[in-house]
């Protein structure tokens, strides 16, 4: 198994600009995740999907957009990219089973992104 | 709402030094708490876990135990090695209208010295 991957690695993009965030599990997890991460700071829920066809605001939504049509895909939307959206991005998916609450997220290697 | 609370980093400790990193947390209902770990430039792993009162959660010598009464789920490790060094971050299941988000801190940095 290849687990959670997201592509790119790392992206420079100019203000204004779009681009998707790739993110991919072969675990056949349910639940997916995208956070970002903020230097020196924990991560911020973006958006969440509990199945194909579902999905969820987080903490902050504003300037992203996803889509979940696939168990496996889970691909995030920057649409006119701003420096504030400068971060580090982690794409997460989670199994769904009958403990649900405690199972344990897995991670991407995440993506780098600077908008300049 | 739910919440985490970490101890400031960083942290700075001599080889086989003793860890803790303290970790507490508010929340309805009975969460599941995690340890998470990120080393520099890679994702976040899962270290150890608990999933309810008084369970505790062990992996490659560190262990944390979830205290309802203090809510607490404090990181420890009787013996610190260099390869430790990394971001440590507490977590709990806010499964809150069955939603099955997860609630992070802001994470502890962690640098151990030969």
Redesign the interface.
């Known amino acids: 198994n290849a687990g959670v991957t997201q592509t790119p690695k790392f992206r420079i993009l100019k203000i204004g600009q779009s681009m998707t965030l790739q993110c991919a599990q072969d675990m056949n997890h349910n639940y997916m995740y995208w956070y970002r991460q903020d230097p020196g700071m924990g991560l911020k829920l973006i958006y969440y999907s509990v199945g194909a066809g579902i999905t969820d605001k987080g903490e902050v939504p504003n300037g992203y957009n996803v889509s979940r049509s696939t168990t496996e895909d889970f691909p995030l939307r920057l649409e006119l990219a701003a420096p504030s959206q400068t971060s580090v991005y982690f794409c997460a998916s989670s199994p769904r089973t009958g403990l649900a609450v405690s199972n344990e997220q897995f991670f991407g290697p995440g993506t780098r992104l600077t908008v300049l | 709402g739910n919440s985490v609370t970490q101890m400031e980093g960083p942290v700075t400790l001599s080889e086989e030094a003793f860890l803790t990193i303290n970790c507490t947390y508010t929340a309805t209902g009975y969460?599941?708490l995690?340890w998470?770990v990120q080393y520099p430039?890679?994702?976040?792993?899962?270290l150890l876990?608990a999933?309810k009162a008084d369970d505790k959660g062990s992996n490659k010598g560190f262990e944390a135990t979830y205290r309802k009464e203090t809510t607490s789920f404090h990181l420890e490790k009787g013996s610190v090695q260099v390869s430790d060094s990394a971001v440590y971050?507490c977590a709990l299941?806010d499964?809150g209208s069955g939603?099955?988000?997860?609630i992070?801190?802001?994470?502890t940095r962690l640098k151990v010295l030969a």
């Not at chain 2, 430039?41 to 899962?46: A, D, I, K, R």
């Not at chain 2, 939603?99 to 997860?102: A, N």
């Not at chain 2, 992070?104 to 994470?107: C, N, Q, S, Y």
């Open positions: 969460p599941s995690f998470y430039g890679e994702g976040l792993q899962l876990k999933t971050f299941s499964h939603t099955y988000k997860y992070f801190g802001t994470g």
